[in-house]
């Protein structure tokens, strides 16, 4: 394995005056990592087209803007071995068939979306022979209805990245062909890309870059025209994306030491990304993520939200998620995390780059909503005369019932679905499910209605009519706690058993016992002899 210790090199500038050759040797190992800068900048002012033999190209102005690490590593460590192997039926000869098929992976993004489905944690398998690069499998893992779940896309036809060795005029084209179908996870969409790629030689010399002066380089132009067909829902779109791509090897390099990626416009080259083999650098952190589904909705069956985050932030070495919702951070680089109630929750993503002395922080806060469409937290209640039921109904709700004529103050014991207050008022019911509270609007209860008056027949008021004094007759009664009555209107009166003093009329006797309540209707006539 060569390795690269990342100094800053002082290079001299001699111009090498034969040609060089790139092995399969000399390009990434596994667990060989490479730091490279991009650069936005040298876009416009450069003349990347520019070749010949014994060629000096001089890109030094080129000024990095952001910077990552490159990491090749061991494919059985890439997360999608077994899926693969079960999705091929490779049952009792897994590793065999794993090996010999991929000896290489490299995340090719850290997140990418089709069609608003997220995929993240995208991994290219690679096979490395003498004699070529071929890129065999995609492996990824997509989020859809708050489940992630991984899956692989095999290429029916490897797509040819490089032959080897490389020589200058070296000048071939190979087909590949790619197709995934997510319908069966639940995802209503096929791809499927047919392309081409073809890669010339078309110089040599020397090269230098912010890095320093690469003395025998080869020069290959890149060209990849796909035929793209995305299905969404049965509907298909067809487009074709052509790119060119110019890259200069060096021998002493695992990767390109310069890539240059655009497009051909009426002849002309039109560059949009320019990436160089560097050392490590203190640049700027800039904090930037995003999210998907656009607005998750609650699930009462999983009882949570589940929102994946793609981070797109660049120059940075640790980071934290601050979901919004009281949980404990996350680390990860594109986490997915279950939301545990509705509403609007401010989610912050902090980076920080400890190579700069000192350290350089940044931090972005987006709002990320949580709908709940299927009225799951409702604070509604059922009222069944004076009878007050919460609806909600989401395992693990706690319910608290409150005196809304007393600043919402508890109510000693009443802390199940269904309340029956013993006095007339206004009561709400405080509702709790995984940590979140919300309370109820507030429900008046009228005992002294007349749908309420359903007092055991066997309680007696005599005499019944009264000219003044009342008696109350029962075995049953038990202990009496106290009275009140009241008029038709509701209106308190007495708590005496005692009308003597009020009009002819109807009243309500409300009789507080050890049993509960009662209310009993009596006539006051003082005509009566």
Not at 308 to 328: E, K, M, Q, R, T
Request: charged residues 10%; contains cysteine.
């Amino acid at each position: 394995m060569k390795k690269i210790t990342f100094l800053l090199l002082s290079f001299t500038s001699a111009l090498s005056f034969a040609q060089t050759t790139y092995l399969s040797s000399d390009y990434a190992a596994q667990n060989e990592s490479f730091i490279v800068s991009h650069s936005n900048t040298g876009l416009v002012g450069n003349d990347f087209v520019q070749t010949g033999t014994n060629f000096n190209w001089d890109y030094s102005t080129l000024t990095p803007s952001t910077q990552e690490t490159l990491l090749y590593q061991n494919p059985n460590s890439a997360g999608y071995k077994n899926i693969w192997c079960l999705f091929n039926g490779y049952i009792f000869n897994c590793n065999s068939q794993f090996t010999s098929n991929f000896n290489l992976a490299t995340k090719l993004t850290d997140g990418i979306q089709i069609q608003g489905f997220g995929l993240t944690n995208v991994i290219d398998h690679l096979k490395l022979s003498t004699t070529y690069l071929e890129n065999r499998m995609i492996g990824s893992s997509i989020t859809f209805n708050g489940t992630t779940v991984p899956f692989v896309a095999s290429y029916q036809t490897a797509d040819v990245l490089y032959q080897f060795p490389i020589h200058f005029n070296d000048n071939y084209t190979n087909n590949n062909a790619l197709s995934l179908d997510l319908t069966n996870l639940g995802v209503p969409i096929q791809y499927a890309s047919t392309g081409q790629r073809t890669n010339l030689v078309e110089g040599w010399g020397s090269l230098i870059t912010p890095f320093g002066t690469f003395s025998n380089v080869l020069k290959m132009k890149t060209t990849v025209v796909n035929d793209i067909t995305v299905t969404v829902s049965g509907t298909p779109t067809q487009n074709t994306v052509t790119t060119v791509s110019y890259k200069w090897f060096d021998p002493a390099y695992g990767i390109p030491v310069l890539q240059v990626d655009g497009n051909e416009v009426a002849t002309q080259f039109i560059p949009t990304n320019i990436t160089y083999f560097d050392i490590k650098r203190c640049l700027t952190p800039t904090a930037i993520f995003g999210f998907f589904p656009a607005a998750s909705d609650f699930n009462s069956t999983t009882n949570n939200a589940s929102v994946s985050f793609i981070n797109g932030s660049s120059n940075f070495d640790n980071l934290s998620w601050d979901f919004g919702d009281g949980s404990a951070a996350s680390t990860a680089i594109n986490p997915t995390h279950n939301f545990s109630c509705p509403g609007v929750k401010q989610v912050t993503l902090t980076i920080t780059n400890v190579f700069c002395n000192p350290d350089q922080v940044d931090t972005i806060t987006i709002p990320v909503t949580i709908t709940d469409t299927q009225n799951a937290f409702t604070t509604g209640v059922t009222v069944n005369g004076t009878t007050l039921t919460a609806d909600r109904t989401l395992a693990g709700t706690t319910y608290t019932w409150v005196d809304c004529d007393n600043n919402n103050a508890p109510i000693n014991g009443q802390i199940a679905q269904t309340f029956s207050p013993t006095v007339s008022g206004n009561y709400a019911v405080q509702l709790t499910t995984n940590g979140c509270q919300s309370i109820s609007n507030c429900y008046t209860v009228d005992l002294l209605s007349i749908a309420s008056f359903n007092a055991d027949n066997e309680i007696v008021l005599y005499p019944n009519p009264t000219t003044g004094l009342i008696s109350i007759g029962s075995n049953q009664l038990g202990e009496v706690k106290s009275v009140a009555i009241y008029t038709i209107l509701g209106e308190f009166v007495t708590d005496k058993l005692d009308l003597s003093t009020q009009s002819n009329g109807l009243y309500f006797v409300k009789i507080i016992t050890e049993n509960g309540p009662i209310i009993k209707k009596i006539i006051k006539n003082n005509t009566l002899k």
